[in-house]
């Protein structure tokens, strides 16, 4: 149904034990972050990409699409942060560039600069170390760990319910958009919006009697305290933590030996 | 006394709406018995089945549980669903968990039995009807079929002793309808009571020992699988039809090949032996 959490189920890293992908995907993403450097960013950003294309064996064209869609934001908020603005031209006094019309000036600073590369470079391997874990770990293999990891049951709960109610949301309003689109209710443009608002009021019951029959159901079945699943079974593997280990330790060595060495 | 599950009295049921689901029904079912609960559309099943649950109170009546009368605080409840299970008939509102296998685990876990119990029920369960393939599954990606076969092994691995059923033949092919069938009677064992409705009579005429056929909410018959069809009256008013073959049957007591409607075939099989 969602492409994305289809991958994570089918990828080929998905047996693996998903402490080893969190581990892996999370020190890197703190250790660029903390050190802040473009270089580390940079070799973060193609190891994570690598492994979601070769290891994982997501196809690249989607890994690509995917990439677009923080690449938007990310585009946009720089734009915002290089260029500013004053109506006191006079005051400026470190900008390398600047143009003036009407009674304003347009201008950018050394400051700004640095701010938009810092930027790039943090997102640019957050990205990769969070799309790494979303591609390759199912959601309740995260939950699993999250459990381990002594989070409040509560939360794990609303979360994996919340997930399943997502796809829940998608199916009804797929299958009532395809009741209306079939009847025509999307002929014209009136009758779109007419169609569209009935979608989503229905949606609303639909989920709201949903929700009372699965908790209904969950009674039925002797909810009590808490919601308890067999857990998954896997096995840590001795070549994927030297693997990972041997990773940190060149990362590390990098940065001490060509840290700062761009910008 | 010792032989009987439920014994409802006088039980009514009256929706917020002022609909009147249940009206006035006495009914009883016994152990070790296979009951099939068939009537038209609207005429108070899956209603019956809730109050059997305990998801339900009876707006009056009463319902009596191995004679005791049932209560409806937690406890209560939780002891009662331990023994009673039911499975719904839209397995989306069963369905919650991640994946497969841990969805069949929650209620299995729930009744607080060991991991290694737990286990061995589930795999069972998977068997039974044929979900092990799917188990890792998440349950957005099975189609109706499969979810409904999913819904049937997440009450079946909790074992319980009273086994209720709405509808488990609706949205299956044949092939898992007949194996649902075979399932039912795998696991009925003496004391154990499966209880199912469907709109399905050669599935139940085959199947049930006992059928209970409702209509607006009052039961209109409750008896021996065969008596039914010769009233014709009842058969109307709950939009029910003669099997096909208690029909041949018919024809056979007509040609005076079957003398006593106790002997009556029940299944293809037993309907051949006859016109051999």
Not at chain 2, 84 to 102: E, K, M, T, Y
Not at chain 2, 128 to 134: A, F, I, N, R, S
Request: hydrophobic fraction near 45%.
């Amino acid at each position: 149904m969602l492409l994305i959490d289809q991958y994570a189920y089918i990828n080929h890293l998905a047996k693996t034990h998903p402490v080893e992908k969190i581990v892996l995907s999370l020190f890197l993403l703190i250790f660029s972050l903390t050190v802040k450097d473009a270089l580390i960013s940079l070799i973060t950003f193609s190891m994570m990409s690598g492994l979601i294309i070769f290891a994982a064996k997501i196809p690249w064209k989607y890994y690509l699409k995917l990439l677009c869609i923080p690449g938007l934001f990310l585009l946009s908020s720089m734009v915002g942060i290089l260029f500013s603005f004053t109506q006191h031209a006079e005051l400026l006094y470190s900008s390398v560039w600047q143009i003036s019309f009407l009674n304003g000036t347009v201008y950018i600073t050394t400051q700004s600069i640095q701010m938009c590369i810092q930027l790039f470079f943090s997102v640019l391997n957050s990205i990769g170390c969070l799309y790494f874990l979303t591609l390759t770990t199912p959601v309740h293999d995260l939950m699993q760990v999250l459990k381990k990891c002594r989070v409040p049951q509560l939360m794990i709960e609303l979360t994996e319910l919340t997930y399943r109610f997502i796809f829940v949301f998608l199916e009804i309003s797929v299958s009532v958009f395809q009741a209306q689109n079939s009847r025509l209710g999307y002929i014209s443009i009136k009758r779109g919006f007419h169609s569209l608002g009935m979608l989503i009021s229905s949606l609303f019951v639909h989920v709201f009697h949903r929700s009372k029959e699965l908790s209904i159901a969950m009674d039925s079945r002797g909810y009590h305290e808490s919601v308890n699943f067999l857990e998954d079974s896997y096995h840590y593997s001795k070549r994927n933590w030297t693997l990972i280990s041997f990773i940190f330790v060149l990362i590390i060595g990098v940065y001490i030996e060509f840290g700062g060495i761009l910008v | 006394m010792n032989d009987l599950y439920f014994e409802i009295q006088h039980l009514t049921h009256r929706y917020a709406d002022g609909t009147v689901a249940l009206n006035d029904l006495s009914l009883t079912i016994s152990k070790g018995k296979k009951i099939a609960l068939l009537g038209n559309n609207g005429a108070g099943k899956s209603t019956l089945f809730q109050h059997l649950n305990g998801i339900l109170q009876p707006s009056s009546g009463s319902i009596l549980f191995e004679n005791r009368p049932m209560k409806y605080d937690r406890k209560s409840l939780l002891g009662l669903r331990s023994r009673v299970g039911i499975v719904f008939q839209d397995p989306d509102s069963q369905l919650f968990a991640g994946n497969v296998r841990q969805d069949i685990s929650f209620g299995p876990l729930n009744l607080g039995w060991s991991e290694d119990k737990v286990n061995e029920m589930v795999e069972w369960a998977m068997t039974e009807t044929e979900v092990t393939p799917l188990q890792d599954k998440p349950i957005h990606f099975l189609s109706l079929g499969q979810k409904k076969r999913v819904a049937i092994a997440g009450v079946l691995a909790m074992n319980t002793d009273v086994f209720i059923l709405d509808e488990p033949s609706a949205g299956l092919d044949g092939y898992y309808s007949k194996q649902i069938l075979q399932l039912l009677n795998q696991i009925h064992q003496l004391d154990k009571t499966i209880i199912l409705s469907t709109h399905d009579v050669h599935f139940a005429y085959e199947w049930a020992d006992e059928m209970i056929v409702m209509s607006d909410g009052e039961v209109i018959y409750h008896g021996d699988p065969i008596h039914i069809f010769k009233q014709e009256d009842l058969l109307l008013k709950a939009h029910l039809e003669k099997p096909w073959i208690f029909e041949m049957a018919e024809v056979l007591e007509a040609k005076n090949i079957i003398s006593n409607i106790n002997d009556f075939p029940r299944n293809k099989e037993q309907l051949i032996t006859y016109l051999k």
